[in-house]
């Protein structure tokens, strides 16, 4: 049984100028100890579906789907009480702004207790012991130091370990990583990145990379799903996908890196749209 | 903080020393004085009156002479209530403002979050449109205008509370003078709650705190409504001032024993030292409100501790 | 640079044309943003009404608002017992026309916000742009005197002013302009120096312009936004503030038909004749909540972060 699974995702926001509609009919398919990679320039709706998935999107959106099911069972049928037991400790996500995304009047310590008291019961000490254990975990230096820390104290390299480790916390069997790398310095991207794949490597988790960058595609990913203006262009096997892409979009992406350029100018996206029809 | 406070009190010295003298000299330049509405008395006993208020003297002595005063804790008689100087004046009116202030004050802390946060909650709802119609209307209507018709329709028409006095301090005595010059804060306070939760609720760490399973009263009352109250708090200073405006109108309709009615009828009778021991007064409350509200917002908000 | 040939002036005449219409395409943007706020365009509405209403009142009042109609004491308003259809809205206790006392009284009011808004924008503004454009100890100074004003609360800062200068309806103004002035200076000074370092400023000044001309000509203009939505807010207090005023007895005098005086009058007769009280009070709170209304439509319609496109 796959661990998610998504059947003709649909979903529409109520925007001034008339419906939008940023998912038009897209399936996901994620097993354990599987990566896959939702690649797309923006605007492609790559977030949105797991946006959905997690219950974040604004109540702007109306969400349809044929099949939205985790392990088997249907998360759109779940209480908000039964949903909130899933989010946060058996799927979780991590975002792109990494010092945005923590709440600045509070402790790095205290935004990791939370979730362990919260989804994991522990209290005092038991919480003290587990934060330092999963700071290290993710690679902070002087894990007991950075307990008391606020996050605009720290980096941006350092706040996404964190979000990490707040993923991981409770051991989750799917996460969900909305370009993580996106806002970091280069060095540190491949840190986190290497970070994210040992970590699911160790865990057996299911990881969902969400990227517009085909290098970190490269990098990290089991299978390859390409999206374009909300639906879904291709999905293969991450070599298959490189080296024999069958759709003109995918194509396209892939002559736009600068390490696949063989003559004087650069091909853009739009040079394969006629020939492509999308 | 603690030497952060220390350096503010030290630097509101100055402050306070020009409030003095601009009162001091404001007053003095007004035209006529304080015995003009008394009988004609014969010019001896006048001349004495005079002396003994060292009025006679020229006004460069007067002024230190009040300095050298107010450094020893003394703020001068009352020119018009005999008997009373103005520090026992204030003493006696003090407590009964204060009072009424501090209720006020946290009537609408209380009602004016729980309001905002309700509305920014539903936003664009009916709920939303009306909390924000209502306090709009709220902060419009003058204090003067609303005290009135509250006391009429809940004082005499309906014959709930009683409209003036402060009785022997019973509760039902506090509640309509309260609830005048509470209401526009609640107004105010309403509206800017729910505009710094709806920039709030939309934030990445409040998305942080629902992706991670977070209950409700989490997301709601602890992530966001902390760093929605940061802008609130800091306007809580200058809504004092604007409260001790509203406290002086309120005192006057509802006959309430402060500090408020007698300090408009001595700057009409110019009762020098009076109104500059009540000036002094009122500044040195508002430098001290906006001291605890600095050391608040240090507190609430660790992004300003590390500077 | 400056030749005058026929093609520099056809330039010449076309930039003008070209500047006109990015003027008026301005105005017609900020007009569709302002219009999407229907709260706004109801408080404009509104105000538009008032205006009209103080312009013509002599055409529009039924009475003249001084008579005394010494048979009609304490006439309740026209749909209430013992009402009477020549004072719709009831007399006051010497007998005057509440409804004509209110007509023209938004003259007034208006008169009080124009004249307040006037002296304090120009003072502020040419304090704000001297604090921010000299610095140093004049920029000090003067902000140090702007704060210490602005600790106390603005009416009491009146009360005391009027008492110095006498009670009535013209230093009352004074005083409320007087004590209604830093906000303008803070915010003019705040624009001022966000703008002073910007490229088009440091432009303007190596072409040669003077100070004066780069204060008023090159700066100032793009710092209007938030000044124009203070002054709005100011209108509004500023009615407020005298009308209070008014109601201490230390603003307008009787038998002036000022609405915060008409309310001072009528308070010892709230019991018997809630109607001398409530319609002061209402023509006030509408008047307020109008320019409220405008004024935050202005202020989401000027703030360049919420343009939506």
């Not at chain 2, 800017?192 to 977070?214: C, D, I, P, Q």
């Amino acid at each position: 049984m796959p661990l998610l699974e998504i059947r003709n995702l649909r979903v529409e926001f109520d925007t001034a100028k008339g419906p939008f509609r940023a998912l038009d009919g897209v399936d996901y398919t994620v097993d354990a100890g599987e990566v896959l990679a939702i690649v797309g320039e923006s605007g492609s709706g790559k977030s949105v579906a797991m946006l959905a998935v997690m219950g974040l999107l604004p109540d702007s959106a109306t969400i349809t789907a044929d099949k939205m099911e985790f392990e088997g069972r249907d998360l759109r049928t779940l209480s908000p009480k039964a949903h909130r037991k899933v989010i946060g400790k058996e799927i979780s996500m991590i975002f792109q702004e990494p010092i945005a995304s923590l709440n600045p009047c509070f402790t790095v310590g205290f935004q990791l207790g939370e979730t362990l008291k919260t989804h994991m019961g522990l209290k005092g000490k038991q919480v003290r012991e587990r934060v330092i254990e999963l700071l290290t975990a993710v690679g902070i230096p002087d894990p007991e130091g950075r307990i008391s820390a606020f996050p605009h104290q720290m980096s941006g390299g350092q706040c996404q370990r964190v979000m990490i480790a707040m993923a991981i916390a409770c051991s989750p069997k799917l996460l969900i990583a909305d370009e993580p790398t996106t806002a970091l310095d280069v060095t540190i991207q491949k840190q986190i990145l290497d970070l994210l794949v040992k970590l699911q490597q160790e865990s057996g988790m299911g990881l969902i990379m969400i990227t517009h960058d085909m290098g970190v595609v490269a990098e990290t990913a089991d299978r390859v799903i390409v999206q374009y203006k909300g639906r879904k262009m291709e999905e293969a096997d991450v070599l298959s996908l490189f080296e024999s892409p069958q759709n003109p979009y995918t194509k396209a992406l892939l002559s736009a890196l600068p390490e696949n350029a063989t003559g004087d100018r650069l091909p853009t996206v739009g040079d394969f749209a006629e020939a492509g029809g999308f | 903080m603690l030497s952060y406070a220390l350096r503010r009190l030290v630097t509101a010295v100055p402050t306070l020393f020009v409030i003095i003298t601009v009162a001091f000299f404001m007053m003095r330049l007004a035209p006529g004085g304080p015995f003009d509405s008394d009988r004609a008395l014969p010019p001896e006993i006048e001349k004495n009156i005079a002396a003994a208020y060292d009025l006679d003297k020229p006004l460069f002595e007067q002024y230190l002479i009040y300095l050298g005063r107010i450094l020893r804790g003394d703020f001068g008689p009352s020119l018009k209530i005999r008997d009373f100087s103005v520090g026992e004046l204030i003493a006696s009116g003090a407590p009964a403002s204060m009072e009424l202030g501090f209720s006020a004050i946290l009537l609408a802390l209380v009602i004016g979050v729980s309001l905002g946060t309700l509305a920014a909650l539903r936003q664009n709802s009916g709920t939303d449109f009306s909390v924000m119609s209502v306090s709009m209307v709220g902060i419009a209507v003058p204090n003067f205008v609303m005290a009135p018709l509250l006391s009429l329709v809940l004082g005499v028409y309906l014959d709930l509370l009683p409209t003036s006095g402060w009785g022997s301090g019973e509760l039902r005595y506090k509640v309509l003078p309260v609830i005048a010059l509470a209401l526009p804060q609640i107004a105010y306070v309403a509206r800017l709650t729910r505009g710094s939760m709806v920039e709030v609720l939309h934030s990445n760490f409040v998305r942080t705190a629902r992706a991670k399973g977070l209950p409700p009263r989490s997301v709601i009352g602890l992530h966001a409504l902390r760093n929605a109250l940061i802008p609130v708090i800091t306007t809580i200073g200058l809504q004092v001032g604007v409260l001790l405006a509203g406290a002086i109108l309120t005192e006057t309709i509802f006959s309430w024993p402060g500090v408020g009615k007698w300090l408009v009828d001595s700057i009409s009778r110019r009762d020098y030292f009076v109104v500059q021991g009540g000036l002094l007064l009122i500044a040195g409350i508002i430098m001290l409100v906006n001291l605890i509200v600095d050391v608040l917002y240090g507190l609430i908000n660790p992004r300003i501790r590390h500077n | 640079m400056t030749n005058t040939s026929p093609a520099a002036k056809a330039d010449t005449a076309k930039l003008e044309a070209e500047s006109r219409n990015a003027t008026k395409a301005q105005l017609a943007e900020f007009w569709y943003y302002f219009a999407q706020n229907k709260g706004a365009v109801v408080g404009l509405a509104v105000f538009v009404l008032l205006v009209l209403m103080a312009v013509f009142a002599p055409l529009i009042a039924p009475h003249n608002p001084d008579i005394q109609y010494r048979d009609s004491f304490l006439v309740p308003p026209v749909w209430e017992e013992g009402g009477k259809a020549a004072f719709l809205l009831g007399t006051d206790a010497v007998g005057r026309d509440i409804l004509s006392r209110l007509i023209f009284g938004a003259r007034f009011s208006l008169f009080i916000g124009v004249v307040v808004v006037t002296i304090a924008l120009t003072g502020g503004i040419v304090l704000g742009l001297i604090a921010g454009y000299v610095r140093g100890a004049v920029d000090t100074f003067i902000m140090r005197v702007m704060d210490i004003i602005l600790a106390f609360p603005s009416l009491l800062l009146a009360l005391v002013l009027v008492a110095i200068l006498g009670p009535g309806l013209i230093n009352a103004m004074i005083a409320i302009a007087l004590v209604l002035q830093p906000h303008f200076v803070r915010l003019t000074r705040a624009a001022v120096l966000s703008e002073r370092s910007r490229d088009y400023v440091v432009a303007a000044r190596v072409a040669g312009a003077g100070h004066l001309r780069l204060m008023f000509k090159t700066i100032l203009p793009n710092c209007l936004a938030p000044l124009i939505v203070q002054a709005t807010l100011s209108f509004s207090n500023a009615i407020l503030d005298a009308a209070a005023l008014g109601f201490l007895g230390m603003g307008a005098q009787p038998p002036t038909p000022e609405w915060g005086t008409m309310l001072a009058e009528a308070r010892e007769f709230i019991l018997r004749a809630w109607w001398v009280v409530t319609f002061p009070g209402l023509a006030i709170l509408i008047t307020v909540l109008a320019i409220n209304l405008v004024g935050d439509g202005l202020r989401d319609a000027l703030d360049p972060k919420l343009k939506r496109s």
